[in-house]
């Protein structure tokens, strides 16, 4: 075998996947080259047909028009003096690199994750990978260490920015400083985000290794990420949380249905209860920040929320324009134009963004599917769980609610764009669609 034969064989594909899911988090770069020449690697073994897979299609299809949506759209079409220095033109095309890669590494990466044996290994690297960044975090909130820190010209960059907490209230006018940790990340809602891809996977990998040598280990490390969610600040990684917990303590209750019913209702008002008592406490290690956050939750708040506005106004662009959209950065200059409120890049919800930027039709295409794979290996991971043994099948539920979690809260933060966040992704989504397509091959076995 040639010296090229060896270094794209099957069993170097898996190994670059892996290595890409390890680095990830620490040299974002160099995972994205491995994540490509993978799904490569798997794109020319399968002997599925890429055109004969639907979940292909809306992909494929939404790439079309994105790229149409680039050649039509036109900074001068706008009318109006710019008030910022945007290059539309080559911002949508830039835009691009965010979507179509990522289609064809969804294809090519399910070679590799079509077994329960490669995605529990995955899962390991998905955890192994993450230690850099949780240490990161908590080295941020209990000793100060701020950043941000760049090596290899900028090849590998911690941002972990100031807490606001952690500085004198006469510097803070001269410090650009964030609520919450941030780790690796930019923002905390970002890491916010981050946390919950592997929050299932860490429950998952604590069930499957449910003894008393192994519970040591995957326990602390569960309730690590856990409380890093705490400090990131974000209501909308809390959110995901509960509903991560939620689901996932449903499908491993093996009851019946009533009783997994009253099981769950105890637990989300035992939950609600804990979280209320934990607000209302002088518990230090609960930042304050997120208690005021959370107390300060009402109507009148949530009417007046800068979200609100946002979406508001990302509404009014998208009915002007619905089919191919405004352009990359559009929405950043009209919000702001003639703007008293804060700076705003994005529109906070993955939909509007892909209308704004690049039209309606896609946004539909692309998240519908993302909704669809996701949701359908959810509940093919508990239809599973009632006649398979927990222990071999929990990794799916893992994988199944991770990227359900992050459908759902895509709704609410435009998080997406963080490019940690999204090979992580669409690597997770990689392997539900695997799932789908396991569960269908053995519905078929078993008909036959």
């Not at 008030?83 to 691009?96: A, E, H, M, Q, T």
């Not at 923002?187 to 192994?214: A, D, Q």
């Amino acid at each position: 075998m040639s010296f090229f034969n060896k270094l794209f064989s099957l069993k170097k594909g898996y190994l670059y996947l892996k290595l890409s899911i390890l680095l990830i988090q620490v040299i974002p770069t160099i995972s994205a080259v491995l994540a490509i020449i993978s799904s490569s690697i798997g794109f020319f073994n399968t002997k599925n047909y890429y055109f004969k897979d639907k979940n292909n299609l809306p992909f494929l299809v939404a790439g079309f028009l994105l790229v149409f949506s680039c050649l039509t759209n036109n900074i001068n079409d706008w009318g109006i003096p710019m008030k910022y220095p945007l290059n539309i033109g080559f911002d949508n095309w830039i835009g691009l690199f965010n979507w179509i890669p990522y289609f064809y590494v969804f294809w090519g990466l399910q070679y590799f994750l079509q077994n329960e044996r490669s995605r529990l290994e995955a899962t390991y690297c998905f955890l192994i990978g993450s230690l850099p960044v949780l240490i990161s975090g908590l080295g941020q909130n209990f000793f100060n260490i701020n950043g941000p820190y760049r090596f290899f010209n900028n090849l590998i960059v911690i941002f972990q920015r100031p807490l606001c907490s952690s500085i004198k209230e006469s510097d803070l006018i001269n410090v650009d400083c964030v609520s919450g940790i941030t780790s690796f990340y930019n923002n905390p809602n970002y890491y916010g985000t981050y946390l919950l891809i592997i929050l299932p996977l860490s429950l998952s990998i604590l069930i499957y290794h449910f003894n008393k040598r192994h519970l040591q280990y995957f326990l602390p490390f569960s309730l690590i990420i856990l409380y890093s969610i705490f400090l990131t600040n974000s209501r909308n990684a809390l959110l995901g949380a509960f509903l991560s917990l939620k689901i996932f303590l449903y499908n491993i209750l093996k009851l019946s249905f009533l009783k997994r019913f009253f099981s769950t209702l105890a637990l989300t008002l035992f939950l609600l209860l804990v979280f209320l008592l934990i607000v209302r406490s002088n518990i230090e290690f609960i930042p304050e920040t997120l208690k005021d956050k959370l107390l300060s939750i009402n109507l009148a708040n949530i009417s007046a929320s800068p979200r609100l506005r946002i979406w508001s106004k990302s509404l009014e662009m998208i009915q002007a324009r619905p089919i191919f959209g405004w352009g990359v950065n559009a929405f950043k200059y009209f919000y702001n134009l003639n703007s008293n409120y804060l700076i705003q890049s994005h529109s906070h919800n993955i939909i509007s963004e892909i209308a704004l930027n690049y039209g309606l039709p896609s946004a539909l295409l692309i998240y519908i599917n993302f909704l669809y794979l996701s949701t359908k290996s959810l509940i093919n991971a508990q239809i599973n769980f009632k006649s398979k043994d927990i222990r071999k099948k929990i990794i799916n539920l893992g994988w199944s609610l991770s990227a359900f979690i992050v459908c759902i809260t895509f709704l609410f933060d435009m998080t997406y764009y963080d490019y940690k966040i999204a090979i992580s992704f669409w690597i997770i989504l990689s392997g539900t669609k695997s799932i789908n397509d396991t569960y269908k091959n053995n519905l078929n076995t078993n008909n036959n």
